[in-house]
């Protein structure tokens, strides 16, 4: 398998924190594909977001069936692991003609947001929230977040890819509402922003 990795130097305000992936080397069986790198920072204690591309779609978008070492809130280390969900993502792909691009950066893109609703976001209805964790069949957990805090626990399910959400009566109304949903990685993926009526 070609293999291929970049990562992005990142800039706040006035101080420049580079990270460098070091030491990459991918393995893969029928179903998945294991990446395993270093993610080398000049800054201590530092999180960063971590995504993975490949040359399927010519680097275009964000493999979406991802696990592990992936997302947000990673850390610097050695030998951290992602775990790709190959077989989820595309019907048929020859993983002997395959680059990857792996990038860490200190932000998430403001587009990413791998959880989804679907649905008249109002009390008492039912909306479906969808994702792609990549830890297809494991628990996960979903958080309802009001204002960047915790707010109430959705469900603990098997991670099937979606789940039919009854919206309570006794939230209450309001925005800046947002879905986490956690992996038994403890990898992180949230929703976008959305208003409960």
């Not at 692991?81 to 403001?110: G, R």
Request: one cysteine or more; hydrophobic letters at 35%.
């Amino acid at each position: 398998m070609k293999i291929l990795f970049f990562c992005l130097l990142s800039t706040i305000v006035h101080s420049v924190f580079s990270q460098k992936c070091e030491n990459i080397r991918a393995e893969f069986d029928n179903q998945k594909v294991y990446v395993y790198y270093d993610l080398n920072s000049s800054k201590e204690n530092s999180e960063y977001f971590v995504l993975v591309t490949c040359s399927k779609d010519g680097f275009k978008e964000t493999l979406k069936y991802v696990s592990g070492s992936v997302g947000r809130n990673i850390q610097a280390g050695k030998g951290l692991k992602i775990i790709w969900d190959c077989k989820h993502e595309y019907d048929e792909i020859n993983l002997n003609e395959i680059d990857f691009k792996v990038a860490a950066t200190d932000v998430a893109p403001a587009n990413y947001f791998p959880v989804t609703i679907s649905g008249k976001l109002k009390r008492g209805n039912t909306v479906k929230i969808s994702w792609y964790s990549g830890s297809y069949n494991e628990d996960i957990s979903l958080v309802l977040y009001r204002k960047g805090n915790y707010y109430k626990k959705i469900v603990n399910t098997l991670d099937l890819g979606s789940f039919q959400w009854e919206i309570p009566d006794n939230i209450e109304k309001g925005s800046d509402f947002q879905i986490k949903l956690t992996t038994p990685e403890k990898n992180e993926l949230y929703s976008e922003i959305f208003e409960i009526k």
